[in-house]
């Protein structure tokens, strides 16, 4: 059985920084593409990043790139997100997302089988 569980969100102000930590049992995230989406009130879950399978590339949205680095740990078989210059428009709830192992596409919510439950994150004015 596979799990995710995101930890980390928080209340933060504008400008500060979270990282957030997804662990995931029952897949490999080496042998999987890994992501990270948001979702805000009213609004379709979007994506945020995504690690690759095997050399672990990255990909960022344009509306984090910069801010937010994807990193994962082949040994605890987690998948953080290290969110830095935080705007209040970056309050969501945050999910991260496991995809089967044969997927080579990664920047969909269609690309990702398996998801966490969220973590909120709410940044302050």
């Known amino acids: 059985q596979v799990q995710l569980v995101e930890s980390g969100g928080g209340l933060v102000q504008a400008g500060g920084s979270l990282r957030l930590s997804c662990a995931v049992s029952?897949?490999?995230?080496?042998?999987?593409?890994m992501g990270w989406f948001r979702q805000a009130p009213g609004k379709e879950r979007e994506f945020m990043s995504a690690?690759?399978?095997?050399?672990?590339?990255?990909h960022y949205a344009d509306s984090v790139k910069g801010r937010f680095t994807i990193s994962r740990d082949n040994a605890k078989n987690t998948v953080s997100l290290q969110m830095n210059s935080l705007k209040p428009e970056d309050t969501a709830v945050y999910y991260c997302?496991?995809?089967?192992?044969?997927?080579?596409?990664?920047?969909?919510?269609?690309?990702?089988?398996?998801w966490g439950q969220g973590t909120q994150v709410t940044v302050s004015s």
């Open positions: 029952g897949r490999t995230v080496s042998g999987n593409n």
């Open positions: 690690i690759t399978k095997g050399r672990g590339y990255s």
């Open positions: 997302a496991a995809a089967y192992p044969w997927r080579d596409t990664w920047g969909r919510v269609a690309d990702y089988d398996y």
